[in-house]
């Protein structure tokens, strides 16, 4: 990151943005970092907690993961982002499916500032997720709404919809039956196309998630098949450079807030996001380590050593819930100030100035250039017309409102 001769000193680190598009009746005004996804089930009570505890005092968001609004969620009162994927946890019938009732009354919690539909995980993107019947307890099937005696499955696709314009239709119901809170989705860039689709459907439609979180591979869980973890989806620089070029180029991207998921730990690793097109990041990896996970990739064993994701109540008892929300807040503390740090040598004031001329990279040829090659850009409406980039034009022909597959020309 380059330094200015001028420098400027930003007095107030807590940077935020406000979550929330036209159709959006209570939006959120979020940090620009903030817990990703932590499901009960996955993690342990304690685990849950020490997060929970440390985003309220930290003044940052919580997300559930996909394993429900838990007791453990909701003790310390923390803003909760509550993440329903496939299995629908929370909000199912007893088949599986969506239930909107179930949905209507949990959202209506004031703790939940947020709804994200999760489409896919960047550390096992098209695999869906199972926690293994071991970890299964009376209390995380009664949070899920399933039952003991069996591994608790997500599948790898969604049973709500099946198309780009049902995906809108359902993004819309969710923010219908939250009242108006802030809607979007989380997924990891795989075919271009599929993304593309999605844009078409919002532009038919008129309707537009209020966030979309885009996750890469470099995303983490010690419990993903290691082939899908190291071969498959787009890693989160190439991904989020896509988005927001295709957002933009759609004329959408001033409806849509844009986060970033995928091994952010520094204030660095978030300017990086930022340049991208990032507004605002979200991480586990490093709210992780501060409650003192080790890596030891044990996850879905049920013997995680520090205590962190295992249901076992001895091992939990690592876990000093006051110390380690303690650290959980004193990590988002010192983050924000080393990114106001490092916005001040460059001589910017908030996240939102950072541009890819802002961070510089090493070239094939080995000279230091500014960033803008290695992120394509649009400029709004770029998609329409016979101008469309080389590079985008066959998954835009391709792409259709009404399927997520690939139309030959």
Known sequence: ???????????????????????????????????????????????????????????????????????????????????????YFGCRTAEGAFDPERFRLQAADPQVRMIEIKLSQGAKPGHGGVLPQAKLTPEIAETRGVPLGQDCVSPARHSAFS???????????????????????????????????????????????????????????????????????????????????????????????????????????????????????????????SIGCIQARLCHTNRCPTGITTQDPLRQKAIDIIEKSDRVAAYHHNTMHALAELLGAAGLEHPGDVRPHHIHVRADDGQIVRGEPRAVQLVRGGLFGDAVPEVYRGDWQGARATSFNLVSA
């Open 1 to 87: 990151m380059p330094h200015a001769v001028q420098p400027t000193t930003v007095e107030d680190p807590d940077f935020r943005i406000t979550i929330g598009g036209p159709d959006c009746r209570q939006p959120y005004r979020a940090s620009v970092l903030n817990i990703s996804g932590t499901s009960f089930g996955s993690f342990g009570a304690r685990a849950i907690m020490a997060f929970n505890r440390g985003a309220k005092l930290g003044g940052f968001a919580h997300n559930t993961g996909e394993g429900s609004i838990s007791p453990y969620h909701r003790i310390h009162g923390g803003d909760l982002i509550w993440q329903i994927a496939s299995g």
């Open 163 to 289: 198309s780009p314009l049902e995906l809108m239709a359902f993004v819309a119901r969710l923010r219908e039956l939250s009242e108006g809170k802030p809607v979007g989705f989380k997924l990891a860039i795989g075919y271009r196309h599929e993304f593309m689709a999605m844009v078409k459907a919002m532009l038919e439609t008129g309707v537009t998630p209020d966030f979309i979180v885009i996750d890469g591979s470099e995303g983490g869980t010690g419990a993903a098949p290691v082939e899908l973890s190291n071969h498959v989806g787009m890693p989160v620089a190439d991904g989020l450079s896509f988005v927001h070029a295709i957002l933009t180029g759609a004329g959408l991207r001033d409806r849509v807030k844009l986060g970033a998921s995928g091994k952010a730990i520094s204030a660095f690793d978030l300017c990086r996001f930022y340049a991208l097109g990032a507004d605002y990041v979200m991480a586990a990896r490093a709210f992780m380590f």
